[in-house]
């Protein structure tokens, strides 16, 4: 009799383990966490190179400041000079040298009309014919995030390496949207047309568009968001406006609630 009992005991002991297991299999993962809304990962400020000058020099566009200083160094082609220019945006400052075209142009010359003598990125250090340019820098992240500036009259000498700090405007930040239906996260596929604030959407295509899933760039400025929402047969739509884009080169996280339609 007791080893019935015990027998019982044994395989009643062996069920209820299986029934746990077999209820923490068909739990499924949590729910996806929403994520804050705010900014993070603004870069860290620039060092500044107190050796430069303010130079005398026009400037146009997103150019705001040059300060330069003329070192010697010969470039590979010892017949020509080099050119150096760091790239701040105005926020921090920021450097923005690696996403910077710079295109060396005779002093006068019609972008539309004709060709850079040069072009090269501005955290590089081209060798240029010796003479007097015009410097032209783009910041380049993506079709509607560029910002262009000149720097009239550079002088290049020979032998000579022209070494400058510019202060730029270009101030943006990357965007990540999240939606929301029913408070369930369902940011996995939707799309988000962006329009600047105001535009009749009736009349205009948006400016881009992107998939949740991305990060985008985006210059500083106010923002209407037009957010669709279509998978497994369940649509949903959402729209935010005025939503602002700052300068400080963060990634900004915003959550938008959506309606099924």
């Known amino acids: 009799m007791r080893q019935f009992t ?12 299986l029934a746990t ?29 107190a050796s430069v000058s303010p130079v005398d020099l026009a400037v146009a566009g997103a150019v705001k400041e040059v300060k330069a200083k003329v070192l010697d ?8 000079g080099l050119i150096r220019v760091k790239v701040l945006d105005l926020d921090g400052p920021i450097e923005v040298s690696d996403n910077t075209h710079l295109e060396v142009w005779k002093p006068g010359s019609d972008p539309e009309e004709q ?8 955290s590089h250090e081209p060798a240029v014919t010796p003479g007097t340019w015009d410097i032209r820098l783009i910041y380049d992240e993506s079709d509607v995030c560029k910002a262009e500036g000149w720097i009239r009259n ?4 020979a032998g000579k390496l022209w070494k400058a700090e510019v202060i730029f405007a270009a101030p943006m930040q990357w965007v990540r949207i999240f939606g929301t239906l029913g408070g369930t996260d369902v940011a996995d596929n939707m799309h ?19 998939w949740s899933t991305q990060k985008v760039p985006l210059l500083a400025g106010n923002y209407d968001l037009r957010v669709n929402y279509d998978k497994d047969n369940v649509k949903a739509k959402g729209v935010l406006t005025g939503f602002a884009v700052g300068g400080n080169h963060g990634i900004q996280k915003k959550t938008i ?5």
């Not at 060709?115 to 501005?122: I, Q, S």
């Not at 550079?154 to 000498?157: G, L, Q």
């Open 6 to 17: 015990l027998g019982i005991l044994s395989i009643l002991l062996v069920a209820v383990a």
């Open 21 to 49: 297991g077999c209820s923490k299999k068909n739990a499924g993962p949590p729910p996806a966490e929403i994520p804050l809304d705010g900014v993070s990962g603004i870069p860290a400020p620039a060092e500044r190179d």
């Open 73 to 80: 160094k010969e470039a590979d082609d010892k017949s020509k």
């Open 115 to 122: 060709k850079a003598e040069l072009n090269d990125w501005a």
């Open 154 to 157: 550079v002088p290049v000498v």
């Open 192 to 210: 988000i047309d962006v329009f600047k604030s105001g535009t009749d959407q009736q009349e205009f295509q948006p400016i881009t568009g992107f």
């Open 257 to 261: 609630g959506l309606t099924k339609q």
